[in-house]
């Protein structure tokens, strides 16, 4: 089921699961207090879905983020529990009766393995691009930071993921800008420089795809802020100026990660002032 915005068909796509460290995920906040809603296996990991977009329009079809890629050894497929027995890129695509050539354009939010793996495929030992005829959109801020990363963030840039991008349609923007009309991106500094959410809006009804400014539901309180954010009071404002702006206007925040709720509307408590889900939306 889709759910239109303006000449949009918006579709949310499963692309496989992984875990990562549940503390890691949640930073500060006390794990007797998010395992509630987020149970860990033996290694303290959560469950973590891969999901991206699908937006078609008159002319285009986009994506957002193509998920973690089938690129991996079995080393690091135990390390973070890597799984597309269930979903892939390919098999979402597929049902949806569409080919990697069809695809027009892809936004990527940002270059970590896990927005990015899907970009690139291994075919006789040598990297090809998944979506050869598609343009990349990146921000040339993200992608001079992932090319040289920190100590503290460089495992998850993986250039095998993005550097060929350089031999198709890679676009590199500077600052918010509208790619159609009624699809925005917007700028997000907290997790990573110049990380892509995307605002998809006809006026009337809104989309917003978090990335991983608020990858899941229970990311929406301000405190919940992960240990993989390089900036965390950034974030911590980041989220506090969308959230405002999602509950006065009806947004819909389609959350990246979360392994139960794709999406959903968030309210304000006026006496604590905290951000909390609404409803969950389905479509």
Known sequence: MAMTVGPYSIFLLETGEFALDGGAMFGVVPKNIWQKNHPTDDQNRIDMALRIMLIQGPKQTILIDTGIGEKWDPKYEAIYRISHEKYSLKKALSQKGIAPDAVTDIILTHLHFDHTGGCTYQQAGKLELTFSKANHYVQKQQWDWAMQPTEKDRASFLKENF????????????????????????????????????????????????????????????????????????????????????????????FEHDPKIAAATVQKDPKTNRFSIEKVVTF
């Open 163 to 254: 550097e060929p991008l350089t031999l198709g349609k890679l676009i590199l923007l500077e600052g918010e800008k509208e790619i159609y009309p009624g699809i925005q991106i917007l700028i997000s500094h907290g997790h990573t420089r110049s990380q892509q959410v995307v605002k998809i809006s006809d006026g009337a009804k809104t989309l917003l795809y978090c990335g991983d400014l608020i990858p899941t539901a229970s990311h929406v309180p301000i405190p919940y802020v992960m240990g993989y954010d390089n900036f965390p009071l950034i974030t911590m404002e980041e989220k506090r100026t969308l959230l405002e702006r999602a509950v006065r206007e009806h947004w819909v925040l389609c």
